[in-house]
Nanobody
Framework: QVHLVESGGGLVQPGGSLGLSCAAS????????MGWYRQAPGKERELVAS???????TYVDSVKGRVTISRDNAKNTIYLQMNSLRREDTAVYYC?????????????WGQGIQITVSS
């Protein structure tokens, strides 16, 4: 069974920084594409950043230059470092794992963690 456990969220002032971690178990972590998504109230869930097994990285335009995604395959963990946070970054952030099953990808999700950017 896949488990993705996020940590590190909370309240931060505009312009501040915050780091998220996601520890994975139950998957072949080294071959998975890992990512962070977020969902703000009244909005659809969107991709924030992803990192493939070969460390190819994708960022949504709104966070480019402010966010860094990384992975540690030895610890089965991914990280999201967020700087220069804005009020519009307020959302529930979800860790995602995509594992190729040979014909389809299987998506797994963490429980989500709240980031609130407010003064």
């Amino acid at each position: 069974q896949v488990h993705l456990v996020e940590s590190g969220g909370g309240l931060v002032q505009p312009g501040g920084s915050l780091g998220l971690s996601c520890a994975a178990s139950g998957i072949m972590f080294g071959s998975a594409t890992m990512g962070w998504y977020r969902q703000a109230p009244g909005k659809e869930r969107e991709l924030v950043a992803s990192i493939t097994s070969s460390s190819t990285i994708t960022y949504v335009d709104s966070v480019k230059g402010r966010v860094t995604i990384s992975r540690d395959n030895a610890k089965n963990t991914i990280y999201l470092q967020m700087n220069s946070l804005r009020r519009e970054d307020t959302a529930v952030y979800y860790c995602n794992a995509k594992v190729w099953l040979g014909s389809v990808f299987r998506d797994s999700w963490g429980q989500g963690i709240q980031i609130t950017v407010s003064s």
